[in-house]
């Protein structure tokens, strides 16, 4: 049980590059997120999926898409990456119950040059 | 709208209670959470605390909630150098569907 992967761990980019981080859940979790973590800024829902076959904007969506392939990946897209976009991401996934606990995945730091 | 803020940065002595706190705004939350983030990793569920009580203990930790001032604490007892670590305060909130509020996290360093 591995519970939430993420890869890559590390990327650099240039401008205008694109990219896609992926993320696998094992717990067979309903929900899954992407995060980015900036300091001092804690961390801010970039999208969200509430179920298989569903996705939502969180609250920093603007330059990122996601797909939802089926109930395990949730996967980032980076259309054309910019250096505000340099920060580490974050895959969770929850059960979507009332007591909604979130597990994380390690991160991926990316750097945008 | 909804917010979570807590203070960024906390220092104490190895041994000491660390008590942090954190204060959210939006009054529907169902459940307050504390996460923990050690270096290079991911956040990792600590501790969580119904609504509707209003102390939570597990072990050295102990969760205080005052709903009525929108506030709630951790303290960690004895604590040590591996508690150094960033914490974050969490609420989530019943809206239809289930949405999780993070602060900016709390820097904890434990000087031996």
């Known amino acids: 049980n591995a519970g939430v992967t993420q890869t890559p761990k590390f990327q650099v980019l240039k401008t205008g590059q694109s990219m896609t981080l992926q993320c696998a859940q094992d717990?067979?979790?309903?929900?899954m997120y992407w995060y980015r973590q900036d300091p001092g800024m804690g961390l801010r829902l970039i999208y969200y999926?509430?179920?298989?076959?569903?996705?939502d904007k969180g609250e920093v969506p603007n330059g990122y898409n996601v797909s939802r392939l089926n109930k395990r990946e949730f996967s980032l897209r980076l259309e054309s990456a910019a250096p505000s976009q340099t920060s580490v991401y974050f895959c969770?996934?929850?059960?979507?119950?009332?007591?909604?606990?979130?597990?994380f995945g390690p991160g991926t730091r990316l750097l945008v040059l | 709208g909804e917010d979570v803020e807590q203070s960024l940065f906390l220092s104490v002595r190895e041994g000491d209670s660390s008590v942090i706190n954190c204060t959210y705004t939006d009054s529907s939350s169902t459940y307050l959470y504390w996460y923990k983030q050690e270096p290079g990793a991911g956040l990792q569920l600590l501790t969580y605390i119904f609504s509707n009580m209003d102390m939570k203990q597990d072990q050295r930790l102990t969760v205080l909630l005052n709903k009525k001032d929108k506030h709630l604490s951790l303290r960690i007892a004895d604590t040590q150098t591996g508690d150094s670590a960033i914490y974050f305060c969490?609420?989530?909130?019943?809206?239809?569907?289930?949405?999780?509020?993070f602060g900016a996290g709390t820097r904890l360093f434990v000087k031996a």
């Open positions: 969770a996934s929850s059960e979507a119950s009332r007591q909604e606990t979130q597990y």
């Open positions: 969490a609420e989530s909130m019943d809206t239809g569907g289930f949405k999780t509020i």
């Open positions: 999926s509430a179920s298989e076959g569903t996705t």
């Open positions: 717990m067979n979790h309903n929900s």
